[in-house]
């Protein structure tokens, strides 16, 4: 998939991170999180979701999140062996590039995300066939996103976007929300 724009590759790496969403709540729960608090990823998450819709205007304030972001990131312990960690992984990877493409428009990190995600996927295949569905359902939100908001170039991003957003229910790896 080819975003040739940084608003619509943060959108892109939003809807990543948001699908996702509960599997960062799931590793919040788990024994091996030693308790994680997960809010600075949630007061990111909810500030970069009101950037793009235009609520909030400025940078700085979303730049003051994203650096405790990034520090809580760098902190956080997650297991290199764990496919439930590396999908957390990718969820803050998301995030991260979401807010990254705000403040860095030559940034496109969509290959290295869409190539992660089909990795985590390809190994829940390996360890139980039923997921094969999963596949097809990445390929259709990749190209409902490019058919309806690949080209979104300004922000606010449409209305239209987020409530596409609200129907994704089911993480891309096949956890409910």
């Known amino acids: 998939m080819k975003l040739d724009n940084s608003v619509a590759r943060s959108a892109w ?19 091996d999180s030693n308790g994680a608090d997960i809010s600075t990823f949630t007061k990111l ?8 819709r ?13 650096n405790d972001f990034s520090e809580w990131r760098n902190e956080l312990e997650l297991d290199d ?9 990718l969820t803050l990877s998301a995030l991260y590039a979401s807010v990254e493409s705000v403040f860095d428009p030559e940034s496109d990190d969509v290959e290295l995300l869409n190539d992660f995600v089909v990795r ?12 094969a569905g999963l596949k097809d359902y990445f ?3 990749q190209q409902e996103f490019a058919d309806q908001f ?28």
């Open 13 to 31: 790496y939003l809807a990543i991170a948001r699908i996702n969403q509960p599997h960062v709540a799931l590793f919040a729960e788990g024994d």
């Open 120 to 131: 985590c996927q390809d190994e829940m295949v390996e360890l139980d066939s039923d997921y």
């Open 150 to 177: 690949g080209a979104v170039r300004q922000i606010p991003v449409g209305k239209a976007y987020f409530d596409w957003l609200k129907e994704l229910d089911v993480s891309l790896f096949g956890l409910e929300a």
């Open 139 to 141: 390929g259709d939100i």
């Open 45 to 52: 998450m909810n500030k970069q979701t009101a950037f793009l």
């Open 54 to 66: 235009g609520e909030l205007k400025s940078r700085d304030n979303l730049m003051r999140f994203f």
């Open 81 to 89: 062996d764990s496919l439930g960690d590396a999908i957390v992984d």
